[in-house]
């Protein structure tokens, strides 16, 4: 099985910066995905990560290191429409997904 | 389709009764998942299919849940006998395969279940 976790909550300024950690702890790891779901909306996906190293997308980056069962995702030039619930995401080698709780993300002006 | 599609967007059903929930996935997905989201709480994996079969019903939270796919296509799942703790939104997601990189999924807008 998996064991996800990330932080609750978490409160950034429009322009700036704001990191989101996840670990994980797996039965068998096939790849960590990262969505991002609006209040009421169905996640939507953001990234993907399967071998160490960081992806860049954009304003968005998300980074894995499957040794020490970590990732983050890293978002850029924080805007307003940023602020919503980011889920982190493994797949098992069954191609289960599980995901964390989600990490909501305020933007303030 | 555009997009995963899930009828109805809304059920409010009472205690004891049994509910269908539908799920269209994108056209030419060949794998299907289900999930349940609780209010305030992360989504919960319930089922997968690749084509019609479903491999491992290990994640259905009682035997009153099952799901079928025929055709390759459209999804039901049903929960009989509802209680009320079965209330959260249902959601329903597709990919174009199980495995293999950027197979991400795609999610449907979600059946919001409110059981009286």
Same mark, same amino acid.
């Given at each position: /099985? ?5 932080? $609750? @909550?978490?409160?950034?300024? @429009? /322009? ?9 702890? $797996?039965?068998?790891?096939? &790849? ?7 209040? /009421?909306?169905?996640? $939507?996906?953001? %990234?993907?990560?399967?071998?160490? &190293?960081? @992806? @860049?997308?954009?304003?968005?980056? %998300? ?21 919503? %619930? ?13 995901? &964390?709780?989600?990490? $909501? ?5 | ?31 299907? !998942? ?13 089922? !997968?299919?690749? +084509? ?37 939104? !249902? ?8 495995? +293999?990189? !950027? ?14």
């Amino acid at each position: /099985g998996q064991n996800i976790d990330q932080p $609750t @909550e978490m409160t950034a300024t @429009e /322009g700036a910066i704001v990191q989101i950690n996840c670990t994980y702890q $797996t039965s068998g790891f096939n &790849g960590l995905f990262w969505y991002q779901q609006h209040a /009421g909306e169905a996640p $939507t996906f953001l %990234s993907y990560n399967v071998l160490d &190293g960081l @992806e @860049e997308k954009g304003r968005f980056s %998300s980074f894995l290191s499957r040794s020490k069962g970590y990732s983050y995702l890293l978002l850029k030039e924080l805007q307003m429409k940023d602020s919503a %619930s980011y889920l982190c995401a493994v797949r098992d080698r069954d191609y289960k997904l599980s995901f &964390g709780a989600g990490t $909501t993300v305020t933007v303030r002006a | 389709g555009a997009g995963v599609s899930q009828s109805p967007s809304n059920k409010v059903t009472e205690k004891g009764k049994d509910v269908e929930l539908r799920c269209d996935p994108i056209s030419g997905h060949t794998a299907l !998942y289900w999930y349940r989201q609780s209010l305030g709480q992360g989504l919960e994996f319930l089922i !997968y299919f690749q +084509g019609n079969s479903a491999p491992d019903k290990s994640g259905l939270p009682s035997d009153r849940f099952s799901a079928e796919r025929t055709g390759g296509s459209v999804s039901t799942l049903t929960i009989q006998r509802t209680q009320q703790e079965d209330s959260a939104v !249902y959601l329903c997601a597709s990919s174009l395969d199980l495995g +293999g990189a !950027y197979n991400e999924q795609f999610f449907g807008p979600g059946t919001r279940l409110t059981v009286l």
